[in-house]
């Protein structure tokens, strides 16, 4: 977009906003013994390079005669494609006549023009004097703080390496990230004497200085202002204050940046402030200054090198785990997975033989092929993907018992009953919220029952896109998939099976609710008792 265009679209919607607020709304009758009233401010930034709007809204939440504190909820917008929204707290407070302390805390939230996603927490210090003003900030992004960019001439994708219980991200040479920067920055201002010190206009001249850093990444340069306000401007609404300024800034990466900042106060209170408080009682709503932005750099992985990096999160911060078979064994599987703790991802590689039932803990996602979103331990978020289903070959009762808001995707499991009188690949009792999904589970017995998948209560429920065999070589029962009680069972796009000595289905259903949308499934079913709902298959048969 052209910053003409830019210009105009932006006066237009501060014109409208000025129109629709310009009359007090009803709760703006305040007790005369407060000071201060919310307002919301609109400020347009034209630059040479890049362009801005913003809104702000202050908002007192608690006040006395001589401190202050507020809520201000900012949202930006630049003609780059960037936007991004601040929401913080402050508290400011007159020390004497000449002096107000103040600080204040932000979460900040933003989405580059290059469409990556940041969250930054910042924190701030304030003296505001009649002649001088000093302030400084400091800026500490988290969460996620680097993501993979389109671009930069990748010779390829990240690989994925799994060995020795540790998954391990390789970017090609040349790819791109761009990352999120902590830093701070400071300033000091001096009051142009041209007006006296009680009077509705005021000059203010501004210099300071920013430094942003990671690793090989450095933003630092000095930056200056100058600042004119009316605290009442003539002909418009009680209370309006207008302020007009330069902006320049110089550092090592994005060069010479110059705006003129222009600001539009919309007061929510029905007095006219401006007459009534003194010059520092005025000051005590003074728009917060800070960094207009999250600051974000971008480079190679590995400036014309492949960097490798661990990964120890999922994209959202949980615990991952990793275990593969030359690092972890089969007989030491079941305790791994407990130690890894509820609503963690366990990942596995290999194949693992046990005679122990690996019981997940609630929340836990236990997973072999598959895409996985994770964060490598400098914050960068990639999806990464295993294209080998991970095998669990045991001979227990039950190979896996699942629990609340458990997840078993991309695995092949095996239950092999000997020994023992009957065995289950999967089960659970009485838990809810399960998801079963993309992978390969048979129960083979000789003198038992058989089967691979055995629900008994629990509800919200879903099985969908597995193969599921069970089979009884002697005169035993058998069933690939066995619900008993459970409400809400969802089960889409199986190949189910079962060989026994009885004729059974496949699937068999007792006193169990099926949902909507169990389609596309292949093989047989039998039930009993009351059975709600319709599994459908590709035969064209159906079940109840």
């Given at each position: ?176 990230e761009e990352r999120a920067l ?194 490598t331990t400098s914050g960068q ?164």
């Amino acid at each position: 977009m052209k910053p003409t265009a830019t210009y105009v679209s932006i006066g237009r919607a501060m014109l409208i906003a000025a129109t629709l607020l310009s009359t007090p709304p009803a709760f703006a009758q305040e007790d005369v013994a407060k000071k201060w009233s919310p307002h919301f401010d609109m400020q347009l930034q034209p630059g040479l390079h890049r362009s801005l709007m913003e809104g702000d809204l202050f908002l007192p939440v608690s006040q006395n005669a001589d401190t202050l504190v507020f809520g201000d909820l900012r949202a930006r917008f630049d003609d780059e494609g960037a936007h991004e929204g601040n929401f913080g707290l402050g508290l400011r407070r007159m020390i004497n006549e000449d002096w107000i302390l103040g600080g204040y805390g932000f979460y900040d939230r933003q989405t580059s023009a290059l469409g990556s996603r940041f969250d930054q927490a910042t924190a701030g210090f304030e003296a505001l004097g009649r002649n001088w003003d000093f302030r400084a900030n400091a800026y500490v992004p988290f969460g996620s703080t680097a993501s993979t960019v389109e671009g930069g001439g990748a010779t390829g994708s990240p690989t994925v390496q799994l060995a020795n219980n540790a998954l391990v991200l390789t970017l090609p040479a040349g790819g791109r990230e761009e990352r999120a920067l902590p830093g701070f920055d400071a300033e000091v201002g001096w009051r142009v004497p041209v007006f006296d010190t009680e009077a509705g206009k005021q000059l203010r001249l501004y210099a300071g200085g920013y430094r942003f850093e990671h690793d090989a990444l450095l933003v630092t340069g000095p930056r200056v202002r100058a600042e004119f306000v009316i605290d009442q401007v003539p002909g418009f609404w009680k209370g309006a204050r207008f302020s007009a300024g330069l902006e320049y800034q110089d550092d090592n990466v994005r060069g010479s940046q110059s705006y003129a900042v222009l600001r539009l106060r919309v007061p929510f209170g029905g007095r006219d402030d401006a007459q009534v408080l003194t010059a520092q009682e005025r000051r005590m709503t003074a728009p917060v200054v800070r960094d207009i932005d999250i600051v974000t750099q971008t480079r190679s992985s590995g400036s014309g090198k492949a960097t490798t990096e661990a990964v120890t999160q999922t994209a959202d911060g949980k615990p991952l785990k990793v275990f593969t078979d030359d690092a972890t064994t089969g007989a030491a599987l079941p305790g791994a997975v407990s130690a890894a703790g509820a609503n963690s991802t366990v990942l596995l590689s290999g194949t693992f033989n046990t005679t122990s039932t690996i019981t997940l803990q609630a929340g836990q996602t236990l997973v072999g092929a598959g895409t996985l979103s994770v964060k490598t331990t400098s914050g960068q978020a990639v999806s990464v993907t295993n294209p080998h289903r991970a095998a669990i070959n045991g001979n227990a009762i039950q190979v896996i018992a699942m629990a609340n808001d458990t997840i078993v995707r991309g695995l092949t499991i095996t239950q092999s009953s000997s020994g023992i009188a009957s065995g289950t690949g999967l089960y659970a009792s009485n838990n809810s919220r399960l998801l079963v999904e993309n992978s390969v589970i048979t129960a083979t017995t000789s003198s038992g029952t058989a089967s691979g998948v055995s629900f008994s209560g629990g509800s919200d429920i879903t099985i969908r896109n597995s193969t599921i065999s069970a089979t009884a070589t002697s005169a035993g029962g058998s069933r690939a998939i066995s619900a008993n009680g459970v409400t809400d069972l969802l089960i889409a796009g199986n190949t189910v099976s079962n060989q026994d000595f009885y004729g059974g289905g496949a699937i068999i259903l007792n006193n169990t609710g099926i949902a909507t949308g169990s389609a596309g499934n292949s093989g047989t079913c039998q039930t009993f008792g009351t059975v709600t709902g319709t599994i459908s298959f590709t035969d064209g048969s159906h079940c109840p």
